[in-house]
């Protein structure tokens, strides 16, 4: 008899509670990338389940979705998207699922930057055929901008209190306490970005996705054509960067979570600088490394970025 009770309270227990009371008018949540996912998980809690299409350390803009990622939206009451052009296939997939439920944008009502279409690896950039070096497209790296972030948190906020009625006074201060929170992460980023004199403030990483990051906080982030997608920058656009870092005496040399290092690393050994480590630009790492959230990719970012621009060893 005892033993019996402490196999229920041991076994069962633990995984039906959570289970159960999402089952109870709890929102299923899909989102299109792992930022996004971590958002929506930060503001729903327990209230939701949530599913991210591109995980962690997963390239959103080559993504192709599986079958299996399409019967995600089965059964789904919200589909968050980050929109300008990231996702792309997200719209794809709603449409081949025949899915019919509310798809919040996450950008909604941010005016977006613009970037030159050829310098980044969006899947909306390739085939354009030769005339199109010089055209841009929205920048869709909004979320690297927290005060832009605060937004994101806004509007999924709204949108999870229009999916869940039940819960939308949760839903709606949970995502004030949450931006709340990103606000306080973006003066603390803005401080310790000022301990870096201005004129150090450069960076050199493997592709383009910190134009909102660096227009923030004043940083010039350097990312060449070529460097950023599958394409290999010609000898020519490698010399000219080699040169550039020599000459401004840039020591800020970063990789990325995604893509292919090879490019960056021969081109720092060139130039005779260290690789400084790996931002975290477009997903988050899985939960065992060092950005499995928004605010810790941020926390993680600026731990390297401020000490390798300062010229620091490290
Ligand atoms: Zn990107």
Known sequence: MHRRTLLLAA???????PAASRAQGGARIVASFSILGDMAAQIAGERATIRAIAGPNTDAHHFQPRPSDAEA???ATLVIRNGLGF?????RMIRAANYRGPVATATEGIVPRRMAAHAHGHGHGHGQGHGAAR??????????DPRLGTLYARNIARALAAADPANAAAHEAAGASYA???????????????TVPEARRKVVTSHDAFGYFGAAYGIRF??????????EPSAQQVAALIRQIRAEGITAVF???????ATLERLAREAGV???GRLYADALSDPAGPAPTYEAMFRHNVGLLVPAMRGEAA
């Open 11 to 17: 076994l069962p227990l633990p995984a039906l509670r």
């Open 73 to 75: 939206l089965r059964g």
């Open 87 to 91: 996702d792309g296939w997200m719209d």
């Open 135 to 144: 055209r841009e497209v929205p920048d869709p790296h909004a979320w690297q």
């Open 180 to 194: 709340a929170r990103i606000e306080a992460l973006h003066g603390w980023i803005a401080a310790q970005v000022a």
């Open 222 to 231: 350097l990312a060449p054509q070529g460097i950023s997608t599958e394409a």
């Open 255 to 261: 990789l990325e979570n995604m893509g292919n290092p």
């Open 274 to 276: 260290r690789v400084r």
